[in-house]
């Protein structure tokens, strides 16, 4: 038999557990376009839209703007110069729709997903 202080630490994991489920469901919403991005910033979130331009920086950071062309694009997908070894065919999304995967944050009051993974983008 399960005493009280049993049952209670049960009902704590089975109330975490849900939140955790919820949460998790939450993130599978629909994707956003690149203009739709900045209303959802601190969002674990999907972004499909058209690459309309690339860069590498002379530091090796990796740009793909969508929704526009830089400096007005809507939204950014990151990809810092520590990972971009992992993508060596970066120019083939330039065109193309795409789908990137993470969390949303502001940098400079636009709208980014840091990628630091060739998981986080699909062509779509």
Known sequence: ??????????????VIL?????????????????????????????????????HQSGKGNIFLNMGGKYPNQAFTAFIPAKGAGQFSDYQKYDGQ?????????LYRGKP??????PSQIRAK
Not at 3 to 13: A, D, L, N, Y
Not at 112 to 117: A, G
């Open 18 to 54: 849900l939140v955790a489920i919820t949460q998790r469901v939450g993130q599978c919403a629909a994707p956003y376009s690149a203009i739709e991005a900045a209303k959802h910033v601190g969002e674990n979130a999907t972004v499909t839209d058209r690459v309309d331009g690339i």
């Open 97 to 105: 729709s795409v789908a990137v995967s993470g969390k949303i944050t």
């Open 112 to 117: 980014e997903i840091v990628v630091m993974s």
């Open 1 to 14: 038999m399960k005493s009280p202080t049993g049952k209670r630490i049960g009902f704590v994991i089975a």
